[in-house]
């Protein structure tokens, strides 16, 4: 049953480590019984009650950071991140019990997870723009459950129950907070708390059959609920953030400045597989697995919208409109915007699949197999926007076993694999979202909330007018699912008793790649009224709406080739060459990899990590001809280096230790702006980066590729454990003790990329430090068994 986050494809359902049996993590080459990944799958089978009563109990206690964190200051002593104040604390323990309800037929498992923690973090309102200006504390004190039921009908039949809830409710309370003299500056009435809501519950009817020495059946429908929302405690503060460089007291929200973002999803789950050795040395599995999704969600602002204070140089040109500042110095202006909307939608997706692992001989086996997937995408009408047919994932797995004893092996994968679009695509596209944002000189401030008075409008510039859009605006009708190529190449030896060595190779390159397109050319409006899905550096048919009613412009449907719309065909290609050697003997096991590898291309995917942007399939990458200017290049996540080693060993027969380190060389770092050269063939960028930064001294656009500014330092971490088992009658037990980043190493993870606030104005928090490795921690823990 797939728990993946449905909305975004980012995380998956949380559950506690004593509800699972066993893991198998597949990275690459796997079955064509596993979709809508292009990466890799977590496989984790829960536990089970069996004839025998075992009841079980853990208890684990993590306190505050040991570390001291970091404090980061510009050259004009504004505090831009600091972690010396945080606090993070976690409680955690668990319930469990299993055994028969009838002997031999009937069998329980459950298991009951009371859990608790509190956070407390300084964090900036702007993590581009703005130094440290927000204190925020969040607590929650929510159980998990789970719990299986099995029956074994008879000795061919077995049927299983299976659920959980990892419902969590969250508190999170924010203020205006001075890092530098480390108080708070809001006053006591204006401290607002939100309320967040996540997690679900999970469902499932399980049956197995075996009706022959060669045909076995299994099936299962199930359901998977989740939610991600945020109910702010106060809905009439609007979201202010000041960027106006070396601001002596940078303006802030009233309070909490939280929208309103209300996100329920459900998916229905139902599957069939079939095994048949049907000849000697071959089992066919085929079977069918289909989900439908169905979804929730509204967002509104806090107050009447989220305001940003900018200064503009003299010369420039806002983005994204038609203002130029031609005053000859440079001005404050503030912007608004207007981000609501939404609405419930749907998702169906379904795939057969058939597969043959094939026993040639002693030494060779082959896995051969094709996977037919089918997405279908409808919009807050539940009028199909995309569906998606085309997705035929053929498999191919061969392993050459030379001496026939299984001491080595060859082994080499082929696979394509497809994601299909996600939830928030729906929303983002086809739901009627309204995103109008003004620009606007003014003259002073309302001290009561701090929005700005004496408004004079420089310009408008229209995302989303709140129309529902016909399937063509939200749509290309060419629009292909997203693809990636994969193969794999790799040896694997044991060297002796104890020692096993292996090398393998892979590369992963994206055949297709989807996105959402808005530039003028398709709109000659310049404002963006449509964003149509479509593939980079393919031709797509396109259609107008000027006037951004949501219907399509009549005779305005058009077909534009690659050549035409003149875009870079979306690329993110993997390459890399694993080295391991493992040691396994009674008392001490090892590991110990290196990983050279490479990311590269012009788009890291679904989601944007070096501007922040998580809204999977609608990235700003390629919004516009101009964000595609430089964008080729090392992917953020290319860390070329890396090394690992981890182990344990057992001191005696009642004490262990472990380990867990790794060393990775830095990512890349690149300069961003939000500047493009008004005198280029291309367009004018509606909003987002690009990667030219605007000097206003020179009055020249300075072009940045990607990557070109050089990477982050290496991380080092260590990780270690120590524990200690024991008996006592009938009793089991285990007291343990683990250690998170021992050396307490404060390397810098990620920094501040964005070279400008806005057009001309240089970004005085370039270059510095955005996150930094967590600082030391310890766990404590107790588990017993009985």
């Excluded at 981000?339 to 060779?364: C, L, P, R």
């Excluded at 279908?376 to 047919?389: C, I, P, R, Y």
Aim: with cysteine.
């Amino acid at each position: 049953m797939n728990v993946t986050d449905p909305d975004k494809g980012l995380g998956c359902g949380s559950i506690p480590f004593e509800f699972y049996k066993e893991f198998q993590v597949k990275t690459g080459g796997y079955s064509a019984q596993y979709g809508r990944a292009t990466g890799g799958v977590i496989n984790a089978v829960s536990k089970s009650g069996t004839n025998e009563f075992e009841f079980g109990a853990t208890a684990y206690y993590q306190p505050d950071y040991l570390g001291d964190g970091t404090e980061l200051t510009n050259y004009a002593g504004a505090v831009f991140r600091d972690t010396t104040k945080n606090e993070y604390t976690e409680t955690n323990a668990t319930i469990s019990a299993a055994g028969p309800i009838i002997k031999d037929k009937l069998f329980f498992y459950a298991i009951y997870n009371p859990r608790s923690f509190e956070r407390k973090e300084a964090y900036a309102s702007n993590a581009r723009t703005t130094a440290t200006n927000r204190w925020r504390e969040t607590d929650s004190n929510d159980a998990f459950w789970g719990g299986k039921v099995d029956w074994e009908i008879n000795d061919s039949h077995r049927l299983s129950l299976f659920g959980f809830s990892n419902d969590q409710s969250r508190d999170r309370t924010q203020v205006n907070y001075n890092a530098l003299t480390d108080t708070v500056t809001t006053p006591a009435n204006r401290i607002f708390s939100d309320e967040i809501q996540e997690g679900g519950t999970s469902s499932s009817l399980s049956y197995s059959g075996t009706f022959s020495e060669t045909f076995n059946v299994s099936a299962m429908v199930g359901t998977y609920k989740t939610e991600s929302s945020v109910i702010p405690g106060n809905t009439e503060c609007p979201s202010v953030t000041d960027s106006r460089p070396n601001q002596a007291s940078p303006l802030l929200s009233c309070g909490s400045g939280t929208g309103i973002d209300s996100n329920e999803i459900e998916r229905e789950i139902r599957r069939v597989d079939f095994e048949w050795a049907f000849m000697d040395g071959h089992l066919l599995r085929f079977g069918y697995d289909g989900e439908e999704i169905k979804a929730n969600h509204i967002t509104a602002p806090a107050g009447d919208g989220t305001y940003a204070y900018n200064t503009i140089a003299a010369g420039a040109t806002i983005g994204g409109t038609d203002y130029k500042n031609n005053t000859g110095a440079a001005h404050d202006y503030v912007s608004k915007r207007v981000f609501a909307g939404g609405g419930a939608f749907s998702t169906e997706n379904y795939a057969i699949y058939v597969e043959d692992q094939w026993t040639i001989n002693e030494q060779w086996f082959a896995t051969i197999g094709v996977r037919s997937d089918v997405a279908e995408n409808k919009g807050k009408t539940g009028v199909t926007f995309v569906k998606l047919d085309d997705q035929i994932a053929p498999r191919l797995g061969l392993t050459y076993d030379p001496n026939g004893d299984g001491s080595s092996k060859v082994f080499a994968n082929y696979g394509k694999y497809f994601f299909p679009i996600p939830v928030n695509t729906n929303y983002r596209t086809a739901s009627g979202i309204r995103d109008v944002t003004e620009y606007y000189r003014f003259t002073g401030v309302n001290s009561a909330n701090n929005t700005p008075t004496g408004l004079t409008l420089l310009d408008t510039h229209i995302n989303g007018t709140g129309a529902i859009p016909d399937p063509i605006l939200s749509a290309a009708p060419e629009y292909s699912a997203q693809s990636v190529t994969e193969y794999i190449l790799g040896y694997q030896r044991e060297l002796n008793e104890e020692y096993t060595a292996m090398v393998r190779g892979t590369y992963r390159t994206t055949d297709n790649m989807g996105d959402d397109y808005c530039d003028r050319e398709i709109d000659p409006t310049g404002d963006g009224n449509i964003c149509t899905l479509f593939n980079p550096g393919k031709g797509h048919t396109f259609g107008k709406d000027e006037n951004g009613d949501g219907k399509v412009d009549p005779g305005s449907v058009k077909y534009y080739s690659a050549e035409a719309l003149g875009l870079p065909e979306g690329k993110r290609d993997y390459a890399a060459i694993q080295f391991e050697l493992s040691h396994r003997a009674e008392n001490l096991s090892w590991t110990a990899q290196y990983v050279w590898s490479h990311s590269y291309g012009n788009n890291e995917g679904g989601v944007n990590s070096d501007n922040y942007q998580t809204d999977t399939g609608v990235s700003s990458f390629l919004d516009f001809k101009a964000s595609a200017e430089g964008s080729n290049g090392n992917l953020p996540n290319d860390r070329r280096h890396a090394f690992k080693l981890y182990g344990s060993y057992s001191l005696t027969d009642n004490w262990s230790v472990g380990l867990n380190s790794s060393l990775v060389s830095g990512r890349p770092v690149s300069m961003r702006g939000l500047s493009f050269p008004v005198n280029s063939p291309i367009p004018q960028p509606g909003y987002g980066d690009t990667y030219y930064v605007y000097n206003s001294t020179t009055k020249t656009y300075i072009f940045n590729p990607r990557g070109s500014k050089g990477e982050t330092p290496w991380l080092f971490n260590l990780d270690a454990s120590v524990s200690y088992a024991f008996t006592y009658n009938q009793l089991a037990g285990r007291v343990s003790l683990d250690m998170f980043n021992v050396l307490d190493t404060q390397q810098v993870q990620s920094v501040n990329e964005l070279g400008e606030t806005v057009s001309g104005t240089q970004n005085q928090f370039y270059g510095m430090a955005n996150s930094f490795q967590t600082p030391r921690q310890i766990r404590l823990g107790v588990s017993l068994d009985f």
